[in-house]
């Protein structure tokens, strides 16, 4: 005769000492009410700016949102759909204007005065490749923009009453790394380029008086210096230091 004998096997829940965190927790825990978290972006983040006198920031990511958030409770104010992909932000100097460098060479204008409602206010065109930064000039009333797969730069200003005039065009013997504003103290206004052949070229902005000019009309003068050739990046937004 053989006998059988069949044993209910016990859940770890009916076994206490032999629970594990993870099921207790999962035991112990009550009913709980979903919380919102409130609006968040889930792309990555291609570029963020902090408004002027305030505590808002307006971001920039490369699911081409660009949003305007309130720091204070973390809450959404705004949010603006590019149609193109974004490469860069910059952002005038009382923060009531973003540009926005594209990949298909465009730099994208909206209005920031209304917190609340972004408006696209103006495209300019450049080039035909993707804008790889805008800098902002000291004074803040002109933005340089280039491309690292062009042989030149441009000079845009930021007055909205004038409607962002492209300043000046300013060829370079070679395709930009890296290029920014640099004013010494009681010096003339300087933008510094690195160049991916090795040189460092410094450039003289157009005067006041030509400003407004198309860009065909401005020359430049330009003075070049050899660099290492390991020279990789360059920054001079303030102190002139070039790394």
């Known amino acids: 005769f053989f006998f ?20 207790m927790c999962i035991r112990d825990r009550p009913k709980a009410t979903p919380i919102r978290l409130g ?7 291609v570029g963020i700016r902090e408004l002027p006198e305030s505590t808002q920031a307006v971001t920039l990511s490369e699911n081409k949102e660009v949003c305007v958030w309130e720091l204070i409770n973390m809450r959404q104010m705004s949010k603006f759909v590019l149609r193109t992909q974004p490469t860069c932000l910059q952002i005038d100097m009382r923060g009531g204007v973003a540009f926005i460098g594209c990949m298909d060479g465009t730099i994208h204008v909206l209005d920031l005065s209304d917190r609340t409602n972004i408006r696209l206010v103006d495209i300019i065109k450049l080039y035909n490749n993707p804008i790889t930064n805008i800098r902002r000039s000291p004074e803040g009333n002109m933005l340089v923009a280039y491309s690292s ?13 004038d409607k962002f005039p492209v300043i000046a065009y300013l060829p370079l013997v070679a395709k930009a790394c890296s ?19 090795s040189l460092l070229v410094c450039l003289t902005p157009p005067a006041e008086s030509v400003r407004g000019l198309r860009m065909e009309l401005e020359r430049v003068p330009a003075t070049y210096s050899v660099v290492d050739n390991h020279m990789k990046h360059l920054l001079c937004a303030s102190t002139g230091e070039i790394l």
């Open 179 to 197: 290029v920014d504003w640099y004013q010494p103290e009681s010096a003339t206004l300087k933008i510094v380029a690195l160049l991916q052949n």
């Open 39 to 45: 609006d968040f972006t889930t792309s990555r983040i």
């Open 149 to 161: 797969s062009e042989k030149g730069i441009y000079l845009i200003s930021t007055s909205p009453i």
């Open 4 to 23: 059988f004998f069949f044993f209910k096997q016990k859940t770890a829940y009916e076994i206490m000492p032999s629970l594990v965190g993870s099921e």
